[in-house]
């Protein structure tokens, strides 16, 4: 699993990003959509500082680590502002932060079909599919955030994982009695 994460988990990540970043950007500055870029990099900010700590990752293994500073294979920097709780993520958590994720990715589509930029399109559009799947199949089949809902984890796994962390097993345990 990735609790225990390495720099090249980090350099995965990272490239998976730049991959969908550069198309994106390249449409953008090409469109000149200046506000809407602006518009943007406020979004990603608040996500990325805020809003993702406390819908998703304040409920990670990785957050409950020492030190105000975020790491792990994909959010390694950030602050942890909100409190870390081992409870799972409910359920308008998840929804909150799958249509925060599609208004940051898909954000490209608007802008690039109202300037008519085909081929941008279509190239964001296939590097958000294979950014997509290769995530899917190669950080969230082993990513620790068991309550993500894109966790693709296998069931034996998870049961090691609340036999080894049995502060996440109570919680979740809890959380479940208090939700039936
Ligand atoms: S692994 Fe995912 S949920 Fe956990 S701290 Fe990193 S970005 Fe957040
Ligand atoms: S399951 Fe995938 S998307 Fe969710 S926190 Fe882990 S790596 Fe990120």
Redesign the pocket.
Known sequence: M?CI?TGKDLVDFAVLFITWAVPFFAGMIIGKFWIGLAVWFGLALLFFVYV??LI??R?????AEEGFI?R?????GFPKIPKFNPRPMGRIEQVIWLLYVAVLFLYYVPFFISSEQWLLLGLTTWALVAVSWTLQRTQCTR???LS?PVNRVPDDIRKGFFENYPEFDRAWKQHKQNNS
């Open positions: 990735l994460h993702e700590a998703l990752c409920h990670c293994p990785h957050y975020l792990c294979h994909a959010n390694s990513c620790c955030h993500c």
